[in-house]
């Protein structure tokens, strides 16, 4: 079983940056994809950017340039950078496990992008 806590959300005026964290704790595979997804009110949840175990990177058309995703593996940790974020990124933003013995959601964290 692996456990995820996201941290680093909160309100943000437009053009600024926030930098989310996401600890991945317990029994987890050395192979595996780690993913931020978001969902804002009314909306289906969608991908925004994930890594692989090998640092395989993959970045969402809507963010791309504006958000980056990277990894420190001692602290099986990862991070979502954000930045020029705009109102449109008002979301939660959840950390999503997956590896060979299955998967796990963060419980997520608030991102306001609002004046």
């Known amino acids: 079983q692996v456990q995820l806590v996201e941290s680093g959300g909160g309100l943000v005026q437009p053009g600024g940056s926030l930098r989310l964290s996401c600890a991945a704790s317990g029994s987890i595979n050395s192979i595996h994809i780690m993913t931020w997804y978001r969902q804002a009110p009314g909306k289906q949840r969608e991908l925004v950017a994930s890594?692989?175990?090998?640092?395989?990177?993959n970045i969402a058309d809507s963010v791309k340039g504006r958000f980056a995703i990277s990894r420190d593996n001692a602290k099986n940790t990862i991070f979502l950078e954000m930045n020029s974020l705009k109102p449109e990124d008002t979301a939660v933003y959840y950390c999503y496990l997956r590896d060979p013995m299955g998967d796990s959601w963060g419980q997520g964290t608030q991102v306001t992008v609002s004046s």
């Open positions: 890594i692989t175990s090998g640092g395989g990177i």
